[in-house]
């Protein structure tokens, strides 16, 4: 009977201490809970806070905003700042890419832009990326499109102008409507500055649709001529033969008075040799050739299509003989006229001459 008691009296403390310990595990759940919250919402504040990335064209430029259009046709507000980077893209083996600024960007620009959104829904760039070729078409286009929408706002202008002449004779035969005399030669006056307006205003629409065709017509080419230079067996120099057939080309197409000519020059070699060399020396001989226009004629390289060496493709007759080889061993510069710029040229009797005179 006394060792029940004993038992029992080692039990109960035991119990007392087993039933504490659990009172306590349950007042530290709660603040394990809380934390747990805590670091949810700290989570969700991280994901909003995730890289954007997007791609298309530059539509519009306000200050150091771009409207950048998607291939989805979707315009997204990217905003450029002090700390964006900028990255021109450059192709080739031992061509690095060349860190630039935003006096780059223009309008027709493909770029792909890299940041966070902000509560406008705008995109603040981190990183602005864009490859060296289409910067170079983008230049060619800010040259051909600016004089286009320049006369297509010119007579947006003049069409608004008329309209409002027209308001402004109504009101004045309005107040005149009790003075019968002044009346009759006020309504003749007005009927003939309405027609008068009115001609005006069809031929602004005329000038207006004038300009939306030469617009869709930006981007045809028409071949005016094609010079071909020959060279000797492995050579890339020009002779001064070659830069006699350029000066008369070029001489020729200075009488015209051109607008929206451009210059494609393509460098080929003939079958000797292994294909890697005779590609590296058509590209040279196309080369060679720009830097004598460019040289020569101060030609801006705006007017320049992207050089390309073909190597022995493409001949014009077979290598099999030592004349043909000579014959396959050329460069052709083809001198091209935009088809909607020539159309604005030609009724436009003041242009001036694209091409600069020989120095």
Known sequence: MRSSKTAIQLILPALILVLVSVAFGQ????PTQSQDTTTSTRTRSVVDR????TEGIVTKLDG???TLRGPDQKETAVVFTPETEFKLVRKGLFRRDQTTGPTQVLRGLRLRAEGTKNADGQLIAHKIRFDEQDLKTAQALVVRVDPVEEQANSTQALAES???RISETEENAKRLAGQVDELNSVAIAAGTAAKNAQETADQAQTDATAANQRISELDQYE?????MVHFKAGSARLFPAAKAEIDE?????????LKGLAIEVSGYADASGPSNRN???SERRAKVVIDYLVTRYSLPLS???????YGEQNPLVDNDTALGRAVNRRTEIKFLINRGIASRASSDQTSAAQLPRQQ
């Open 27 to 30: 007042t530290e759940t709660a």
């Open 50 to 53: 995730e890289q954007f990335k």
């Open 64 to 66: 150091n905003v771009l």
């Open 162 to 164: 008329n309209r409002e």
């Open 223 to 227: 071949v005016l001529q094609v010079v």
């Open 249 to 257: 080309a070029v001489s020729l197409l200075q009488k015209d008075n």
């Open 279 to 281: 590609r590296s020396l």
């Open 303 to 309: 007017r320049l299509v992207e050089p390309y060496g």
